[in-house]
């Protein structure tokens, strides 16, 4: 939640953006039972919408991009039924 909070009282910064997907990217990393909700829990704040967000209102900041990505790719990946599908 402390990440959303920051992604959103700051959407213009890329700076923060940029560091915040990359600690979203880092928190919804693996595949076991705790990164599972982990990631559920990141969905359910908001981060894939903010992430998402990030990646469009910087477009030219290559960290964002970057960063931004890795976020997406990290919180969609998974071994259950929605991770696989």
Request: overall charge negative; charged content about 15%.
């Given at each position: 939640?402390?990440?959303?909070?920051?992604?959103?009282?700051?959407?213009?910064?890329?700076?923060?953006?940029?560091?915040?997907?990359?600690?979203?990217?880092?928190?919804?990393?693996?595949?076991?039972?705790?990164?599972?909700?982990?990631?559920q829990r990141?969905?359910?704040?908001?981060?894939?919408?903010l992430?998402?967000?990030?990646?469009?209102?910087?477009?030219?900041?290559?960290?964002?991009?970057?960063?931004?990505?890795?976020?997406?790719?990290?919180v969609?990946?998974?071994t259950?039924a929605?991770?696989?599908?």
């Open positions: 939640e402390a990440i959303v909070a920051a992604m959103q009282a700051h959407p213009q910064v890329a700076d923060v953006q940029q560091e915040c997907v990359w600690a979203m990217a880092s928190v919804c990393a693996g595949t076991d039972a705790a990164a599972l909700a982990r990631k990141a969905t359910d704040a908001g981060g894939i919408e992430a998402v967000a990030a990646l469009q209102a910087h477009p030219q900041v290559a960290g964002v991009q970057q960063n931004g990505c890795r976020a997406m790719a990290f969609c990946l998974g259950d929605a991770g696989l599908a």
